[in-house]
């Protein structure tokens, strides 16, 4: 599965945004494009016209959860909600695509920036859900784990801490022990 990141550019260089969490930890499988009103990527349109790619955006709460088989690429787009929603308004090669939506069963953990959506998930969740429908638990749980350092401790953090990813806290845990420190 290939992520192209299609970034706004007040995001680049934010220490909040999590979409440099998931392309340090995929290398090769994820890249980031700086999104320009005026001048679309030509190499991920000739990809978009290629087939076989989605745009991962929110959809109706009732819709059912979208089937990644025949998908190879999915774009998100990294940005605050107000700012993606305009990316994409202003993106008509954006609308051509299928678009897929998750439907996670946890709230999300993250809490560097206020007012997020209450449903919503960061890039970096996003990605975490999608390569775990894809069946790559390890670089889902190496992402978790990197997240986890990213965000604030858990007694900052807005909600409960969700166990979103188990194999990962027992994979932290299990080593904070063998090391001889408290996690």
Known sequence: MKFTLLTHSKEIGKPSNTGKL???????????ICWDRLNPPAKLLEEINGGGVALLYPGRSDEPESDLSSI????????????ARRIHQRSPYLHEIPRISLKPEE???YN?????KESGLCTAECVIEILRKCGDNDA???LYSRLLN?????????????????AADDQMLHQGESSGRET
């Open 107 to 109: 709230k999300s953990i």
């Open 112 to 116: 560097l920036r206020k007012n997020q």
């Open 22 to 32: 998931a392309l340090e930890t995929l290398g090769a499988d994820a890249e980031m």
């Open 72 to 83: 190879k690429h999915i774009i998100l787009i990294d940005a605050t909600w107000h700012e």
């Open 150 to 166: 990213h965000i604030r401790p858990a007694g900052k953090m807005r909600g409960a801490y969700p166990r979103l990813f188990k």
């Open 140 to 142: 889902a749980d190496n």
